[in-house]
């Protein structure tokens, strides 16, 4: 089956840098994505790889590693309002958008 | 108006009422799609459309009925749900369906089913 992994839950301190894994085994890959939820709101598109490699993105960095079937997202400078849920998704080789459940980062002061 | 838009943004129903989920999109996209989000799960999609035509139903049960009457709206009608049923109901649309195309999300509706 396919499946993507995701850690459940992660705390970092606000002003510090944090990076949330993922992990992917899917039939075929076309593009893994992120996207940041805060509670009762809608999920909003953080970044897209295709290509290994990292991009950047002011504070946020999205890395992906196709042959390891593995990604992270870097948050720099972290600030209050980062706290949120952080969901990876991947595009299978049928352009199925597979999904992880999602990483809930907390920023303590 | 922009993005993607939901109404209600609250729900709570009892198992014998009939309501009506609704999503408009301002995008201009092709695609349009209901996801059901429960607590630590993953998202599970349940519909698309494409053109205002049907081209996914992942096993759904018939008590959940799409409705795509043009391009930019999309309903889900809900009828003798089970309590199980309760969770947030998120719409998405993207620019067309079967690329890797980013998905744009409305805020969801959130069903509580008594």
């Known amino acids: 089956g396919q499946n993507i992994d995701q850690p459940t839950e992660m705390t970092a301190t606000e002003g510090a840098i944090v990076q949330i894994n993922c992990t992917y085994q899917t039939s075929g890959f076309n593009g893994l994505f992120w996207y940041q939820q805060h509670a009762g709101e809608a999920p909003t598109f953080l970044s897209y790889n295709v290509l290994d490699g990292l991009e950047e993105k002011g504070r946020f960095s999205s890395f992906l590693s196709r042959s390891k079937g593995y990604s992270y997202l870097l948050l720099k400078e972290l600030q209050m309002k980062d706290s949120a849920s952080y969901l990876c998704?991947?595009?299978?080789?049928?352009?199925?958008?597979?999904w992880g459940a999602g990483t809930k980062l907390i920023i303590k002061p | 108006e922009t993005g993607v838009t939901q109404t209600p943004r609250h729900l709570v129903m009892g198992m014998t009422n009939k309501k009506s989920l609704k999503c408009e999109q301002h995008?201009?996209?092709?695609?349009m799609y209901w996801y059901k989000q429960s607590a630590k799960k993953p998202l599970e999609l349940m519909f698309v459309y494409s053109l205002e035509e049907r081209v996914e139903n992942n096993s759904v049960p018939s008590r959940f009925s799409p409705e795509c009457p043009n391009s930019s709206h999309l309903f889900l009608h809900l009828h003798t749900l089970q309590p199980e049923d309760s969770a947030l109901y998120l719409c998405?649309?993207?620019?067309?369906?079967?690329?890797?195309?980013?998905?744009?999300f409305g805020p969801g509706t959130r069903l509580t089913v008594l």
């Open positions: 998704a991947v595009y299978d080789s049928n352009y199925q958008l597979i």
């Open positions: 995008l201009g996209h092709n695609a």
């Open positions: 998405a649309s993207s620019q067309d369906r079967g690329g890797a195309d980013t998905q744009y």
